[in-house]
Each structure stands twice: as C-alpha cells, then as structure tokens.
T-cell receptor, first 110, second 113 residues
Framework: AQRVTQPEKLLSVFKGAPVELKCNYS??????LFWYVQYSRQRLQLLLR??SRESIKGFTADLNKGETSFHLKKPFAQEEDSAMYYC????????????FGSGTRLLVRP | NAGVTQTPKFQVLKTGQSMTLQCAQD?????MYWYRQDPGMGLRLIYY???????DKGEVPNGYNVSRLNKREFSLRLESAAPSQTSVYFCASTRDRVTGELFFGEGSRLTVL
C-alpha cells in the first residue's frame, strides 16, 4: 500500500535553531513530492515541490530515493515559521491524487 | 480575487440530518477535490473530480456523495450525518491535476451531535 509518514506530531525549537521535518514515503514508482503549509488562520498552501529544487522562505527539501524520504529543512528557524506542515506525494497513476501525511506542527519559540 | 470559496464555514447537525457543502472556484480550474481534516490524521481525500462531468472516490468516500455541477462548482453531500463525520472539510482545485498545485478553501467546520 502507498503510504506517507510524518513521524513527529509536534516539533518545538528555539528561534535561530535548525529545523528538519521528516517525511518518509512508501510508493511504487517515483511519486512527485510536495510540502504544504498551513499558518494560523490561513489557508493551506503550497510551500515547495521537489521537482523545482528551489528554496522557499529558506526551506529546502531533498528527495532521497534510497531512503524514500523527503525531509524539509531550514538552517535557522524564525517565529513566523510556526505552522502545520504536510508532506504530500502525488501518485503517478491515472488519478494523480495528492495524498497528505498526518502533518507536523512546528513551534518556533522566541 | 476569491479563489476557492466554501459555504457554510460552520454547521452543527443532528445525527441523521442531511446537508450539502458548497464549493466554487473562480480560477477556471479543471480539477476539484474534497478533503476532510481530523486531528492526528492529516487530510484525507473524500472525492475528487478530474474534470467537469467526472467524479471519483478517494480514500474515505463512505457516507458522502458529490456533484460537479459545472466547471466552477463541486458540492459535497451528507445524506444522513453521523458523529464520525464531525470534521473540518476542505475543498481544493487545480488547473492541471498532473503537475499543478492545489489551491484550498478556508475550510468548513462540521459538528454532528
């Protein structure tokens, strides 16, 4: 069965500390991977996708096919990064459905 | 620019009552989705519509029906609400379901007593 796992429900760090939000997937083939973010009182929105290989708001995510992971990283966390983060693989079958992980709440303390 | 609009934002139902959640997008997107969000479980796909005139089941379709009324609108119906359907419901849309990002509504909080 295809699965995505975000093992941490809550990650609490101090401002300026490095952050790594873990995402592991179990998929046949090579899914396309995304990170979505939901800030307080805002809509869920796309943060970044692995195909773009870009850095958004200081966050990067590398696809590690060997470990089947797509961890989200930022070297120096800011208070405004506090939010709910969802890893989401897109199935590469005829449905192209986006399946979300259970999410990790990041809390950046001053 | 409204994007994806969901109504109502809040609703309380009694067990057995029916209701319809409405979703409309003004971005000329082809594909639309309904997810539910429960604590500790993230977002789970209920139904989706790849294009106007088509609908397909997602991970948790039982107890729900959908209608893709036209390209703009995608409604979710609970025929006989159950407490297990207490959740926050999100509608989303994308121009291109193969490569595009999803744009989400603000969510509808439903409580079934």
């Amino acid at each position: 069965a295809q699965r995505v796992t975000q093992p941490e429900k809550l990650l609490s760090v101090f401002k300026g500390a490095p952050v790594e939000l873990k995402c592991n997937y179990s998929y046949s083939g090579s899914p396309e991977l995304f990170w979505y973010v939901q800030y307080s009182r805002q809509r869920l929105q796309l943060l970044l996708r692995h195909i773009s290989r870009e850095s958004i708001k200081g966050f990067t995510a590398d696809l590690n096919k060997g470990e089947t992971s797509f961890h989200l990283k930022k070297p120096f966390a800011q208070e405004e990064d506090s939010a709910m983060y969802y890893c989401a693989p897109r199935q590469r079958d005829s449905s192209y459905k986006l399946i979300f992980g259970s999410g990790t709440r990041l809390l950046v303390r001053p | 620019n409204a994007g994806v609009t969901q109504t109502p934002k809040f609703q309380v139902l009694k067990t057995g009552q029916s209701m319809t959640l409405q979703c409309a997008q003004d971005m000329n997107h082809n594909s639309m989705y309904w997810y539910r969000q429960d604590p500790g479980m993230g977002l789970r796909l209920i139904y989706y519509s790849a294009s106007e005139g088509t609908t397909d089941k997602g991970e948790v379709p039982n107890g729900y029906n959908v209608s893709r009324l036209n390209k703009r609108e995608f409604s979710l119906r609970l025929e006989s609400a159950a407490p297990s359907q207490t959740s926050v419901y999100f509608c989303a849309s994308t121009r291109d379901r193969v490569t595009g990002e999803l744009f989400f509504g603000e969510g509808s909080r439903l409580t079934v007593l």
